[in-house]
C-alpha cells in the first residue's frame, strides 16, 4: 500500500502535470471503483484542479468550485501518466482523468477492486475522508507522545492507526520500529519517556530519508515502481535476510494476509516472538486485515 513517502512523491509528480489544467474528460472501465454519487462526474469536467494534497495514504485533487477528487489507491492502486486520450488498460485499469498535459490512468493489480475514487462536493464532505490523524513530520514530541498513548495498543497498531497518526502504515511502521529498536509488540501504555522520544525521531528519521530516496529514484519522472518492498529497507520484506545493523536474520510473525518484519536482536533482546500465539494477540489487537485499516475503522461509504 502507497504510505506517506509514496504519496508525496506522487503529488510532486502531479503538480507540474495537472495544477491549474483542466478536467477535460473522466473514464472509467470498472464500474466499483466510483463509491459516490454526487457530484455528478460531468459536473468536474472543465474545472481546473487548483489544489493538490495529502490526506492520510489518499490523494486529494481539488477543482474549481470547491469539488474535490478523492482517491485512495489501497494495496494495489497505482497511477500511470500516459499521452492524452491513452487507452484505460484492459486488464489492471480502473479509470482515466484526461487533462490537456496528459492522462492520469489509475491501475490495481489485484482482484478484490480495493482501490477507490470519491467525487466530493465541499469543505465539509471533504472532512468526512479525514481519519484525524496527525501529521508524523509536523508535530512535536509531546503531540506525539499524546497521540502515541491515548489508547493501549501494541507499537504496531499505534503507529498504523489513522486516528493517530496520518499516512503511516505496514511497511514504514516496520521500518521505523527498527530505527528505534523497539519491539512492534511492546504496548503504548508501558513504555518510558526514552523509549516514546526514540520512536519520535525514528519516525521522522524514517519518513523523511524515505522521502529523499524515492524522490531521488525518480529524477523528476512520474513515479513507476511504487511497492511496498523497496531495496534498502531494513526489516519489511526482508525475512530471513540478514538485518542491516546486526547481521542476525530477520524475523516475521504472520497473522491473516500479512506479517510483521523485524530484527530479534535489535528489537526484543533476542527474543523470537513466537509465530502462533502473538498472531492470534495481533488479531485481537487490529482490525480484520491490516490492509484493510482504514476501511474498518472509517465504514464503507459506497
Not at 23 to 45: M, N
Request: contains cysteine; charged residues 30%; hydrophobic residues 40%.
Amino acid at each position: 500500500m502507497p504510505e506517506l513517502p509514496d504519496v508525496v512523491v506522487y503529488l510532486e509528480a502531479l503538480r507540474p502535470r495537472i495544477q491549474d489544467q483542466p478536467l477535460e474528460k473522466f473514464r472509467v472501465a470498472s464500474p466499483f471503483v466510483l463509491r459516490s454519487v454526487d457530484p455528478p462526474a460531468s459536473a468536474l469536467i472543465g474545472r481546473r484542479v487548483r489544489e493538490l494534497h495529502r490526506m492520510g495514504k489518499r490523494i486529494v485533487i481539488g477543482l474549481d468550485g470547491e469539488l474535490f477528487i478523492v482517491i485512495h489507491l489501497m494495496i494495489a492502486g497505482r497511477f500511470r501518466w500516459k499521452p492524452v486520450g491513452a487507452a484505460i488498460p484492459g486488464k489492471l485499469g480502473l479509470a482515466a482523468f484526461d487533462f490537456p498535459t496528459g492522462t492520469l490512468v489509475l491501475t490495481e493489480a489485484s482482484g478484490k477492486k480495493r482501490a477507490s475514487i470519491y467525487f466530493v462536493r465541499g469543505r465539509a464532505g471533504l472532512a468526512e475522508h479525514d481519519r484525524g490523524g496527525l501529521e508524523p513530520l509536523e508535530i512535536g514530541l509531546d503531540e506525539f507522545r499524546d497521540a502515541l498513548t491515548k489508547e493501549s495498543h501494541t507499537l504496531k497498531r499505534g503507529l498504523t492507526d489513522p486516528r493517530a497518526f496520518s499516512g503511516i502504515g505496514n511497511a514504514y511502521s516496520d521500518e521505523i520500529l527498527h530505527a528505534a529498536k523497539l519491539s512492534p509488540l511492546a504496548l503504548t501504555s508501558k513504555l518510558d519517556d526514552e523509549s516514546i522520544e526514540r520512536l519520535y525521531h525514528a519516525t521522522q528519521r524514517t519518513l523523511k530519508l524515505w522521502v529523499e530516496r524515492l524522490r531521488a529514484e525518480t529524477r523528476g519522472e512520474f513515479p513507476e515502481k511504487v511497492t511496498a518492498f523497496r531495496e534498502g529497507m531494513a526489516v519489511h520484506g526482508r525475512y530471513k535476510k540478514p538485518c542491516p545493523v546486526c547481521g542476525a536474520p530477520i524475523q516475521r510473525i504472520r497473522y491473516a494476509d500479512n506479517e510483521v518484519n523485524y530484527c530479534a536482536n535489535c528489537q526484543t533482546g533476542g527474543r523470537v516472538l513466537a509465530d502462533r500465539s502473538l498472531s492470534r494477540l495481533l488479531k485481537q489487537d487490529w482490525p480484520r486485515s491490516l490492509d484493510e485499516w482504514e476501511t474498518e475503522i472509517g465504514g464503507n461509504r459506497r
